[in-house]
């Protein structure tokens, strides 16, 4: 068993969600273990506890501006230039970079500065694959940094061998499978029952669904899916988050006037308090590599009915821990989402079997665990 203490740099996005709280919740987790954690981000990381923790630091990368030039395309170089100056600054041991494109891009060039030595680390999280692995305006770049990376992981398995069936990984290339994982978190029954009470009334089911809002995440089956369950089980669809899709969204609940039934709020920071009020959780996405918002519902004992995409069925058996379906197709998705609303049985059984999931396989002690020996592992190589 490995006890040496290491000093890690953590890259990733200021996201509430997604590859973000990935990367912020594993570096508290390794803060909290005895590790020296140093985050680097273009902006505040909303994740990182507001007490003082002495093994964690956070790095501001700044902004550059030139006449010549859109800030975002110096970014790289201002990132890669605050990675060199961490590790050079701190001996830093692992840079562990979250999304490939530009992270593991700047680390590879942060490296090239003499001094600048320490072992990269690169996490697949999804959209890094799927949105760079056919731009050929990038492909070769992001490639023969993937290339240099020291280690890989990938938060799926089917995201792993998609990365290599794109080309953007080499096929001797090892990618650990490491999942994404969740704390487990329980609320007062009487908290619970006053949120849930500012929603429903009459025994309304409460249907969630949680993302950023983009087209990959088919914003209109979310609503055609909850009208088709609507009108047999009378029920409230509450959407969380933001994004460019949500102009859509407003528009069919316009349409199809749910203005009554559905509640839009928005970017929130306690996910799981709604989540702990929640029958049911609509995910019909166009692809998913292991969603961090569908595993939180797990978590709660919430059924999910998502598409039979990435790794959603490497974390959900169909008609056991939740429901899959076809990607578009909603006529499967309403009746799955009829008959576990309307059957106290099935819905308890679901339920429990998700928890039971989520909280057996996909916990912290697990997940931390494995990262940490990764890190002694690659450190091991010459």
């Known amino acids: 068993m490995q006890t040496k203490k290491l000093k890690i740099i953590i890259v990733c996005f200021p996201t509430l969600g997604g590859s973000g709280a990935v990367a912020t919740s594993l570096g508290l987790e390794l803060a909290n273990r005895g590790h020296q954690v140093h985050f680097i981000a273009h902006d505040v990381l909303f994740n990182l506890q507001k007490d003082f923790n002495k093994n964690i630091t ?38 562990h970079t979250h999304f490939a494109v530009p992270h593991a891009i700047a680390a590879i060039m942060a490296r090239s500065i ?34 240099q990376c020291d280690g890989l992981t990938s938060v799926a398995d089917a995201l792993a061998k998609q990365a290599k069936k794109d080309n953007i990984v080499e096929e001797s290339q090892d990618i650990r499978i490491i999942y994404n994982w969740v704390k487990q978190e329980k609320y007062p029954a009487n908290k619970a029952k006053e949120l849930r009470d500012l929603f429903t009334h009459n025994n309304e089911k409460i249907i969630t669904h949680v993302s950023n809002f983009r087209e990959v995440k088919r914003i209109q089956d979310v609503l055609e899916i909850f009208r088709g369950i609507n009108k047999v089980v009378d029920s409230k669809l509450l959407l969380i988050g933001d994004g460019p899709e949500q102009r859509i969204a407003h528009r069919l609940i316009s349409k199809y006037n749910l203005m009554n039934k559905v509640h839009v709020l928005g970017l929130q920071t306690n996910v799981q308090r709604i989540l702990s009020i929640s029958d049911l959780f609509l995910l019909p996405s166009k692809s998913e590599a292991f969603s961090l918002a569908a595993l939180e519902a797990m978590s709660s004992g919430v059924p999910v009915i998502t598409t039979n995409v990435g790794g959603m069925p490497e ?53 931390v665990k494995q990262y940490e020996e990764y890190y002694h592992e690659v450190l091991a190589k010459n």
């Not at 056991?320 to 099935?346: C, P, Q, R, Y």
């Open 58 to 95: 956070f790095h501001l990368v700044e902004n550059v501006e030139h006449p010549l030039f859109e800030n975002a395309s110096i970014f790289l170089l201002s990132l890669s230039n605050k990675i060199s100056e961490v590790c050079r600054r701190y001996n830093i041991d692992i840079i």
């Open 114 to 147: 003499p001094g600048t030595d320490a072992k990269i680390i690169n996490t697949f999280h999804g959209s890094d694959i799927n949105l760079f692995a056919n731009n050929l305006n990038i492909k070769e770049i992001v490639a023969q940094s993937i290339k």
């Open 315 to 367: 974390m959900i058996k169909d008609g056991e821990t939740g429901f899959l379906a076809d990607v578009g197709d909603v006529k499967t998705m309403v009746s799955k989402g009829i008959d576990v609303l309307s059957n106290l049985v099935l819905h308890k059984k679901i339920s429990e079997n998700a928890l039971n999931k989520a909280t057996s396989d996909y916990n912290a002690d697990i997940i």
